[in-house]
């Protein structure tokens, strides 16, 4: 069983910057793909981010290519996502993920899910 907590969400100006982090415990890290996901009151939780468990393998919504980077440090077991440029759209709960084998956009592959962080970006 793998636990997953999110950490870094906040409020912060739009043009400002914000990283996440998930720090996973209670399974092997290098075993999974990592995916970021979000959810806006009212909406279905969408795909934002996703890598495979060596980094080789990333994928970003068009939303936030560009702006967005997701990163993985297998040593330390967690994975970031670093939040550039943002916009007053990008406010949503932000959920990490994890999957056994490969990195995918659907959040319907996905096995273990964190609480989750608030970000706020006010304009």
């Known amino acids: 069983q793998v636990q997953l907590v999110e950490s870094g969400g906040g409020l912060v100006q739009a043009g400002g910057s914000l990283r996440l982090s998930c720090a996973a415990s209670g399974g092997t890290f290098t075993n999974y793909g990592m995916g970021w996901f979000r959810q806006r009151p009212g909406e279905e939780r969408e795909f934002v981010a996703t890598?495979?468990?060596?980094?080789?393998?990333?994928s970003y919504a068009d939303s936030v290519r560009g702006r967005f980077t997701i990163s993985r440090d297998n040593a330390k077991n967690t994975v970031y996502l670093q939040m550039n440029s943002l916009k007053s759209e990008d406010t949503a709960v932000y959920y990490c993920?994890?999957?056994?084998?490969?990195?995918?956009?659907?959040?319907?592959?996905?096995?273990?899910w964190g609480q989750g962080t608030q970000v706020t970006v006010s304009s």
């Open positions: 890598i495979n468990w060596t980094g080789s393998i990333i």
């Open positions: 993920a994890a999957r056994r084998r490969g990195a995918r956009e659907n959040p319907l592959a996905y096995d273990y």
